[in-house]
């Protein structure tokens, strides 16, 4: 497994930003696709983004499309997460996962927890009205 943590989260006011990053501790983590899950109070943890092992393709839920870039550090053992235009509603615990298999496209972790091999120990993010 891969050890991964985040850092970053925080509070801000509505229209804010801010940057997540997820740190791994395996060089072998270039070689997998990663993504950002959330989980607010008394609900499900759902999927973000994610980016492929290359770094080539990501993916986004609707919900931030348009407003969150996910991209790879150049060393390549870095994922970031930028926030824009936060919303109320994005305030919850944001985990870093990787996926189980190497070589995955920006889609696998899309499907779900299922396919998650590690997980960060989460950031909280607050979104003030």
């Known amino acids: 497994q891969v050890q991964l943590v985040e850092s970053g989260g925080g509070l801000v006011q509505a229209g804010g930003s801010l940057r997540l990053s997820c740190a791994a501790s395996a060089r072998t983590f270039s070689d997998y696709a990663v993504g950002w899950f959330r989980q607010a109070p008394g609900k499900e943890r759902e999927f973000v983004t994610a980016?492929?092992?290359?770094?080539?393709?990501?993916y986004y839920a609707d919900s931030v499309k348009g407003r969150f870039t996910i991209s790879r550090g150049n060393a390549r053992n870095t994922v970031y997460l930028q926030m824009n235009s936060l919303k109320p509603e994005d305030t919850a615990v944001y985990y870093c996962?990787?996926?189980?298999?190497?070589?995955?496209?920006?889609?696998?972790?899309?499907?779900?927890?299922?396919?998650?091999?590690?997980w960060g120990q989460g950031t909280q993010v607050t979104v003030s009205s």
């Open positions: 980016i492929d092992w290359s770094g080539a393709t990501t």
């Open positions: 996962a990787a996926d189980r298999s190497p070589y995955g496209g920006a889609t696998s972790l899309s499907s779900g927890t299922g396919r998650v091999g590690s």
